[in-house]
């Protein structure tokens, strides 16, 4: 992501450049580009740096909201109380395994979608597209209480239509135990993003040159070989994307869960317990270093996949 | 005198300051007590109010971001009493003026006085008084030949609905309602969920593991394996207990009077049968050991003014028509909430309403309040933490965990 706010590297500078290194016209070219760039960039920092630097700063404090005056330093005293506490360890796996579990069926599911999406009739293109796309236009806290109220043993539908299946009953309580509450928040989830990944996946379909399908087709290549060998590696970076985007978001997860469980049955993401350190305990200290937490666990997750994988953001916007 | 100097500041339209009531959600009667309010206040002030979010934590963190923020447009504010020690240690409420305080609380609840004191100094005004009775369904009773004219205790209760298959409804889920009701198992059995108050986290001294906090575990745990709460036990609250209740195998329930007005006007929604009001009875809160009266949860709403608006002496003032016996009268015929001063208990309009008044009002006597510290939120969430959900309590090691916990918590040496 970098890239997309950084000026023009060494790399664009004429080799022959007289004098300093550097033309006339391509130190003009930067400072326009700083002009141009410089007000977005001003104002980011502005929005994003300072609330930033604001919580690494008092997450080095004892500072209780409705107790200001007995503010104390506490140094890294907070992280040692959050690492060492098995709530933590516990949010942080809970937010793991819905990562791990939602974008692993999402981009399944949205890989389909988007060849249904590519390869339907011209005719009814936009409809499904437009079908397809709804579920990502719903607010998440709009979908989050749809599901829950229909997974719900009072309000629900659910447990009558599942009824034929062994374990389920009209009583069934889905939001009573961990195992359960996590499958109904995932299954949330993934209705909910799968349209966004499938929406980037198609971006990725739309790339691959149609010349080497046909080369491999004169091959004599099945439509499996055609998918695995032809398909895929030239949508990589598009899959690499979608993947590190949705598990960036994936990863911050708090909506579905503050509406259908509140945390309840160890179902507590780390976002919860940040929210929950902060707004509602307004020890904003300990919040202030929890956050900071997810906020590293963010960047090491952008930083595996593009150093890792070499996703390269500039090439799925088909820049190069 | 006074509004004209202010007015002068206060740079209202006309002239007239405007108050600002932030209001927990309920059928639009604290709007109309502010309507009231303003016309008999004749053009000192004009109320108005300001909804706030619709359970109480989320109130609570709504009014402390900007209180913390020193919001000036808080000049009265509904309080649920659990949170106003902690809204008075930080300094968060205007001193209440004595001779305000002396009106206020003649003729007042004690439960209700001791909701809005906090270091022995008055620091709310009282407005409603809430109480949880134990509800049930007169057909149900007659069946097992149980006497409710006499107290019952919870085992009775269990074993009653056993016999008939009907179920007991109780507050199950992983929220304050949880609190409510350990609270009032460890009053019902004589302790306290806080055995030592202190203003100092680190001196604060738990009760859960008394006599009294291990028997209340029991019970709790009796309930949730009984087998008679109905599916859900774990995410029942109280409106899905209402709801229970109205359903065909209802038995007993504790739970607010709200219930009563809430049949009622299902019945008239044409939702409920007409048969099912008739067939509910009510009586004090179960007991824990039998004759031992039972402590029955209070609840409620107390009326606090802002510390940083800029009429607090309009604002006092605008507390006393709020809370005077008529509007107290007009809120609980209208919206079901019981008043905090006993006069309005003899309402001759009340008692037609309210079949169960001096039931309420023999409650509110007997209640007792949750845990007065400035560290509540911490204490209830250790408690719903470690009280969640109530079919995996052990007597023998929840209190220990839940009184390790919140002491560590308290010291901030873990999270919560």
């Given amino acids: 992501m970098t890239q997309t706010t950084l000026p023009p590297t060494e790399k664009t500078a004429p080799v022959s450049a007289p004098g300093r290194g550097i033309s006339d016209r391509s130190r003009a070219e930067r400072k326009l580009g700083w002009m141009l760039a410089g007000p977005a960039f001003f104002v980011m920092l502005l929005v994003t740096a300072y609330p930033i630097v604001q919580a690494v700063y008092y997450s080095l404090f004892n500072y209780r909201l409705t107790d200001p005056e007995n503010r104390s330093f506490r140094g890294l005293g907070n992280y040692a109380v959050i690492l060492s506490d098995p709530v933590w360890w516990t949010s942080l796996w809970v937010t793991v395994l819905i990562t791990v579990v939602t974008v692993a069926v999402e981009l399944v599911l949205g890989f389909a979608l988007a060849m249904v999406m590519a390869k339907a009739l011209s005719s009814i293109r936009p409809i499904v597209r437009a079908a397809i796309l709804i579920p990502y236009a719903v607010i998440t806290v709009v979908s989050a209480f749809a599901w829950k109220f229909a997974f719900d043993v009072d309000t629900g539908f659910v447990n009558s239509w599942l009824a034929w299946l062994p374990g389920i009953g009209a009583d069934t309580d889905w939001f009573g135990d961990r195992g359960t509450s996590l499958l109904v928040i995932c299954i949330t989830e993934i209705w909910k993003t799968t349209p966004f990944i499938s929406l980037l996946l198609l971006a990725g379909l739309a790339q691959v040159p149609e010349v080497l399908q046909e080369a491999a087709k004169v091959d004599g290549a099945t439509w499996w070989q055609r998918m695995r060998r032809v398909t895929i590696p030239n949508m990589k970076a598009a899959i690499m994307v979608a993947v590190l985007f949705r598990t960036l978001d994936a990863f911050r997860i708090f909506d579905s869960i503050f509406i259908m469980t509140a945390g309840a049955n160890g179902t507590e993401s780390v976002s919860f317990l940040a929210y929950r350190q902060t707004i509602s305990r307004v020890e904003i200290g300990l919040g202030s270093a929890v956050s900071v937490l997810l906020f590293l666990a963010v960047v090491l997750i952008a930083f595996i996949f593009i150093k890792g994988f070499k996703v390269d953001l500039a090439q799925a916007r088909g820049e190069r | ?416």
Avoid at chain 2, 32 to 57: F, H, K, M, N, Q
Avoid at chain 2, 261 to 285: F, N
Wanted: aromatic content about 8%; proline content about 7%; overall charge negative.
């Fill in chain 2, 1 to 416: 005198m006074l509004s004209s100097g202010l007015a002068a500041c206060g740079g209202d339209s006309g002239g007239v300051p405007t108050l600002t009531w932030y209001i927990n959600p309920d059928s639009g009667g604290q709007a109309e007590i502010a309507a009231r309010c303003t016309e008999a206040a004749e053009g000192r002030y004009t109320l108005v109010t300001a909804v706030l979010p619709r359970d109480s934590p989320s109130q609570r963190e709504q009014l402390v971001r900007r209180l913390a923020a020193e919001d000036s447009s808080i000049d009265l504010m509904s309080l649920d009493p659990p949170y106003i020690p902690e809204f008075a240690q930080a300094g968060f409420l205007a001193p209440v003026p004595q001779e305000v305080g002396d009106r206020v609380t003649e003729g007042v609840v004690q439960s209700a006085i001791d909701g809005s004191t906090w270091d022995d100094e008055l620091v709310a005004i009282p407005f409603w008084a809430n109480t949880q009775l134990l509800w049930y369904r007169k057909s149900v009773v007659e069946q097992a030949g149980l006497d409710m004219s006499q107290p019952v205790t919870w085992e009775q209760l269990l074993q009653v609905a056993e016999q008939t298959g009907t179920t007991v409804s109780a507050q199950g889920t992983r929220s304050e309602s949880l609190t409510v009701w350990l609270n009032a198992l460890i009053e019902s059995a004589g302790g306290s969920i806080i055995a030592e108050n202190s203003t100092d986290p680190d001196q604060i001294q738990l009760g859960l593991t008394s006599d009294a906090g291990i028997r209340a575990a029991e019970v709790m745990r009796q309930v949730a394996d009984s087998g008679v709460t109905g599916p859900a036990f774990s995410t029942a609250n109280e409106d899905s207990n209402a709801t229970q209740f109205e359903g065909p195998e209802a038995g007993f329930m504790v739970n607010w009077p709200f219930v009563w007005g809430r049949a009622l006007s299902a019945v008239e929604g044409g939702t409920l049968d007409a048969s099912v009001p008739d067939d509910i009875g009510w009586a004090l809160y179960p007991q824990v050991d039998a004759g031992e009266p039972s402590a029955p949860p209070y609840g409620g709403i107390n009326i606090g003014v802002g510390a940083y608006s800029q009429h607090p002496d309009l604002a006092y003032e605008a507390t006393e028509c709020i809370t005077s016996d008529e509007n107290q009268a007009y809120y609980m015929v209208s919206n079901g909430n019981p008043a905090a001063s006993t006069a309005v208990y003899d309402d001759p309009e009340v008692v037609e309403v309210f079949p169960m008044a001096p039931v309420i009002a023999e409650s509110l006597e007997q209640a007792a309040p949750r845990p007065q510290t400035p560290y509540y939120s911490e204490v209830s969430g250790g408690v719903q933490r470690e009280y969640h959900a109530p079919s995996t309590v052990d007597p023998e090691s929840t209190p220990q965990r839940a009184e390790d916990l919140i002491s560590a918590v308290l010291r901030g040496d873990q999270l919560l």
